[in-house]
């Protein structure tokens, strides 16, 4: 999907509501830019819009109906005058697009991307966020009746997917699947890594963005990006070890079962991803490895303490 050329009477409505509805020169869109980043297979476009009062936002083209549908629900709430969520992305506006698809109008945030550095530190920060989007998903469910992706049974794909020593295999996904079940679903962004991740403009929240994989998901399966930080350096093992523990305390669930929850999802992830590229037999190599690091975290499943 393409951007149109100009700017249109959607993106004036927006840039009037930001300056309170004035028709003043704050709410003139001077500048329309392009935006790099966005590029999954729901994304059709990002844009820039900048004020000569100072102000900016940012339409994104989607063709995800679950992240439009969620845009509306929090347009709703707000409305309402429910209290948001500071984790989740701030809507402006979001309406079909006659050309296909759907545009949302956003809030722009500080700092996103680039890469993961900026948020080492922030571990307390990110989990008191993911917890606080878990539960607001959660309301916005029961007001909304919203229809969220269906949890994944990545055990079931791995048993599948893994071929060689499968006694073994079976054996390691019994293992989890029996530990794993005591513990519920829960709602998750499920795409949470740093080019998801920007802080508010008062840099004191982070805030999430891209809501096309919201759904249920096994405990800590949102963290699934940063257990990938236990194959590389000492510094994003440590980064990903205190995001969950941090995590854990939160939500009153073991550290072991977050991160057995992300290492079993990474695990599916990296099996996926490796098979796509072409590469099945690193895929399967990499799945093994994480269901590894997995069985390691049940060992401390009874407690929250540090790996």
Same mark, same amino acid.
């Given at each position: ?45 990002? =844009? ?40 989740? +992305? ?64 990545? +055990? ?5 997917? +893994? ?66 930080? !236990? ?13 969950? !523990? ?29 098979? =796509? ?31």
């Amino acid at each position: 999907m393409s951007l149109p050329p100009g700017i249109d009477a959607a993106a004036r409505d927006v840039a009037q509501s930001l300056s309170g509805g004035r028709s003043a020169s704050g709410a003139r869109i001077v500048t329309v830019q392009p935006l790099t980043g966005g590029t999954g297979a729901s994304t059709g476009g990002l =844009r820039l819009y900048r004020l000569d009062g100072g102000g900016a936002f940012i339409e994104k083209r989607t063709t995800s109906e679950l992240e439009y549908t969620l845009a509306r629900a929090q347009l709703v709430d707000t409305a309402a005058g429910l209290p948001r969520c500071p984790a989740m +992305l701030r809507y402006l506006a979001a309406m079909p697009d006659p050309a296909g698809g759907y545009r949302l109008f956003m809030e722009r945030l500080e700092e996103v991307g680039g890469n993961d550095s900026w948020l080492w530190g922030a571990e307390a920060r990110l989990a008191e966020a993911a917890e606080a989007f878990s539960l607001a998903i959660a309301a916005m469910r029961r007001r909304h009746g919203l229809a969220l992706r269906p949890a994944p049974d990545v +055990l079931a794909m791995l048993g599948k997917a +893994l071929t060689g020593t499968k006694d073994a295999t079976d054996a390691q996904l019994a293992t989890l699947r029996s530990a794993l079940a005591g513990y519920p679903l829960r709602p998750a962004h499920n795409d949470l890594f740093w080019p998801n991740i920007g802080q508010s403009q008062d840099a004191e929240t982070l805030v999430f963005l891209d809501f096309a994989l919201v759904g249920d998901n096994l405990p800590g399966a949102e963290f699934h990006h940063f257990a990938k930080g !236990l194959t590389k350096s000492a510094r994003h093992r440590a980064f990903f070890l205190a995001l969950t !523990l941090q995590a854990a305390e939160r939500a009153s669930i073991p550290a072991g079962i977050m991160r057995a929850g992300a290492c079993v999802t990474a695990a599916a992830r990296a099996r996926t991803r490796e098979t =796509r590229r072409g590469r099945p037999e690193e895929g399967q190599r990499l799945a093994r490895r994480f269901l590894g690091l997995a069985e390691d975290a049940l060992q401390e499943r009874s407690s929250t303490r540090e790996l």
